[in-house]
């Protein structure tokens, strides 16, 4: 949101929706922004019914689930359900979550797949403070960073939301409990699915880096003959 219209439009948006309940595209452009920006400058009780409804949506459209896996898909459904409904903030993860909600070709695979993303995305307990719009925030000035380190280097983060850091908004509970073991399930598959080639290019890698690779021996000159 570069401008005060913009504002001004988003917010007409959110006040429609709690009207008519409509997911129309100018309520749409408000979770597109919020991906796009991470920028958490709307009223949290105007916003969550949105998600509400796009997040529910989302998991009831696309390919279908498979029979064998519909018992818990159903009940992962509702724990992600439950969990946004309870909080009282804007979730650590808005924009990740706004962006997840909006990708076409995410809504469009794999339901396992979105399930689990998306319970990583809101089994959590951090929430963000309000903002101001983009428009009269203050320029953010670049501080150096580390000693030897070039100013346009960026620094690698850990991963938000990784299967050892699940925790769930609901403790406790058997059906968030079992959510959480799927996700970090989920995991595991994706890794074992891995091609072999990537896998022993990786461990080829990590011999270089650690030193352990074995080093071609020198030739060694066959001796002259007296």
């Given at each position: 949101?570069?401008?005060?219209?913009?504002?001004?439009?988003?917010?007409?948006?959110?006040?429609?929706f709690?009207?008519?309940?409509?997911?129309?595209?100018?309520?749409?452009?408000?979770?597109?922004f919020?991906?796009?920006?991470?920028?958490?400058?709307?009223?949290?009780?105007?916003?969550?019914?949105?998600?509400?409804?796009?997040?529910?949506?989302?998991?009831?459209?696309?390919?279908?689930?498979?029979?064998?896996?519909?018992?818990?898909?159903?009940?992962?459904?509702?724990?992600?359900?439950?969990?946004?409904?309870?909080?009282?903030?804007a979730?650590?993860?808005?924009?990740?979550?706004?962006?997840?909600?909006?990708?076409?070709?995410?809504?469009?695979?794999?339901?396992?797949?979105?399930?689990?993303?998306?319970?990583?995305?809101?089994?959590?307990?951090s929430?963000?403070p309000?903002?101001?719009?983009?428009?009269?925030?203050?320029?953010?000035?670049?501080?150096?960073?580390?000693?030897?380190?070039?100013?346009?280097?960026?620094?690698?983060?850990?991963?938000?939301?990784?299967?050892?850091d699940?925790?769930?908004?609901?403790?406790?509970?058997?059906?968030?409990?079992?959510?959480?073991?799927?996700?970090?399930?989920?995991?595991?598959?994706?890794?074992a699915?891995?091609?072999?080639?990537?896998?022993?290019?990786?461990?080829?890698?990590?011999?270089?880096?650690?030193g352990?690779?074995?080093?071609?021996?020198a030739?060694?000159?066959?001796?002259?003959?007296?």
């Open positions: 949101m570069s401008t005060p219209s913009d504002r001004t439009m988003h917010e007409a948006a959110l006040k429609a709690g009207e008519t309940k409509a997911l129309n595209d100018d309520v749409l452009a408000v979770v597109t919020l991906g796009a920006t991470g920028c958490n400058c709307y009223a949290w009780e105007t916003v969550r019914p949105v998600l509400q409804a796009r997040l529910e949506f989302v998991l009831e459209s696309g390919p279908a689930v498979a029979d064998e896996k519909k018992d818990e898909y159903v009940q992962d459904k509702e724990v992600a359900l439950n969990a946004l409904a309870q909080f009282e903030a979730p650590f993860t808005l924009q990740r979550l706004c962006e997840v909600l909006t990708d076409d070709a995410l809504v469009n695979g794999r339901k396992d797949k979105l399930m689990w993303t998306l319970l990583k995305l809101l089994c959590i307990t929430t963000l309000v903002e101001k719009p983009l428009y009269e925030q203050e320029p953010v000035e670049e501080e150096p960073g580390p000693i030897g380190m070039p100013m346009d280097t960026p620094i690698p983060m850990p991963p938000i939301g990784g299967p050892d699940i925790q769930c908004v609901m403790p406790g509970t058997k059906a968030a409990e079992a959510a959480a073991e799927r996700a970090t399930a989920a995991d595991g598959e994706a890794a699915e891995a091609p072999a080639d990537s896998v022993a290019d990786k461990a080829g890698e990590a011999h270089v880096a650690d352990s690779a074995t080093q071609p021996a030739a060694v000159p066959a001796a002259e003959e007296s």
